[in-house]
């Protein structure tokens, strides 16, 4: 568990799994990426839960993070099964919380929803998403453009949402981009952690996967772009977690 020693409010970043090593050894690991996005004047607390740590109870934290994961929620590890029933427990506790690509999913199924492969397979690289109407009023969505790009990649999909989900955004490829559950806690399928470069180094890792799947290499790599708005989402969500527990 790697701790930070700086004061209130706390925020629990969940890590899910690692990265490529190559990508590692460029970028660091995945709760680095979000440490440098989130705001410096939170106190970061990293839980690696799939290496085994148990973070404290949820109403511990002021905020909490689930990062990404090269597993499967559908695997349903034992893990990831416990995590899972943490962050219902979150939920319940009203604790400010957004899950990202794994922890968007296994939020999805905490709460009923279903997780499985896309039917289409894999969805990479940085793609445009469409924010919904319902989001208007939405404290981390709303201010976002109608539509705005997005770094992407994942294999599994939330193919049916929780029944009391609210659908914020989604794509082309993918009809659920990012919900909420209750008023504070939000799952997005893409990264607002990635930069250009980290997605560029997920298309060089993963060329030869895409292209025994038929994707265009080339192609993706020619789309790349930066993805503020998506990448802005971080720091709106630190600021609810500071304004959170102001109030």
Not at 83 to 110: N, S
Not at 181 to 202: L, S
Request: proline fraction near 7%.
């Amino acid at each position: 568990m790697t701790l930070n020693t700086k004061k209130d409010p706390r925020v629990a970043v969940i890590k899910t799994g690692t990265t490529y090593p190559d990508i590692k050894s460029r970028f660091g690991d995945f709760e680095a990426w979000f440490i440098r996005a989130l705001s410096g004047n939170l106190d970061i607390t990293v839980v690696d839960v799939a290496a085994g740590e148990t973070p404290d109870a949820p109403g511990n934290w002021d905020g909490i993070v689930v990062t990404g994961s090269p597993a499967m929620v559908s695997d349903r590890e034992s893990w990831s099964e416990a995590t899972a029933d943490w962050l219902a427990q979150a939920v319940a506790e009203c604790v400010p919380l957004l899950g990202v690509c794994y922890g968007h999913q296994l939020l999805a199924h905490a709460f009923g929803g279903e997780v499985g492969y896309h039917p289409d397979g894999r969805e990479t690289g940085t793609k445009q998403v469409e924010r919904l109407a319902a989001s208007d009023l939405d404290p981390l969505f709303a201010n976002l453009p109608r539509t705005f790009p997005a770094q992407l990649t994942h294999r599994q999909s939330v193919l049916r949402l929780p029944p009391e989900a609210v659908l914020l955004a989604r794509s082309a490829f993918e009809p659920h981009q990012a919900f909420r559950i209750g008023q504070c806690a939000w799952g997005v399928q893409f990264h607002p952690e990635f930069t250009e470069a980290i997605m560029g180094a997920y298309l060089d890792v993963q060329s030869p996967e895409l292209t025994r799947e038929g994707l265009d290499i080339d192609r993706l790599k020619a789309e790349l772009a930066p993805a503020p708005e998506a990448s802005g989402l971080l720091q709106q969500f630190s600021d609810l977690v500071l304004q959170m527990k102001k109030d």
